[in-house]
Nanobody, 127 residues
Framework: QVQLVESGGGLVQAAGSLRLSCAASGRTAGYYVMGWFRQAPGKEREFVAAMRWSGSITFYADSVRGRFTISRDSAKNTVYLQMNSLKPEDTAVYYC????????????????????WGQGTQVTVSS
């Protein structure tokens, strides 16, 4: 059974940093795309960042580009989200997602492009 388990969330002051991790288990083959989404209270889940498992292509939301970095450790089947210069508006539950479908780039930034989801980790940025 496929499992995605996030960790690394917490409370941080504005301008601080956090690194989220997403460990994938239950399969030996890599996913085609792994990504991060977030959902703030009362808002829809939104795309944050994603990467093709080959590592050759990354995608970022405009709101986080230049501040967040997605990366992966193939040996550990783990994807990371390094978040720097955090802002109060980054406060949300962050979800890891994955798919083994060869989705086009346009679907990479939408929730429907993913088949597997973690349970989420809370990130709170205080002002």
């Amino acid at each position: 059974q496929v499992q995605l388990v996030e960790s690394g969330g917490g409370l941080v002051q504005a301008a601080g940093s956090l690194r989220l991790s997403c460990a994938a288990s239950g399969r030996t083959a890599g996913y085609y795309v792994m990504g991060w989404f977030r959902q703030a209270p009362g808002k829809e889940r939104e795309f944050v960042a994603a990467m093709r498992w080959s590592g050759s292509i990354t995608f970022y939301a405009d709101s986080v580009r230049g501040r967040f970095t997605i990366s992966r450790d193939s040996a550990k089947n783990t994807v990371y989200l390094q978040m720097n210069s955090l802002k109060p508006e980054d406060t949300a539950v962050y979800y890891c997602a994955a798919t083994d479908r060869r989705i086009p780039a346009a679907q990479t930034m939408g929730v429907n492009g993913y088949d597997y989801w973690g349970q989420g980790t809370q990130v709170t940025v205080s002002s």
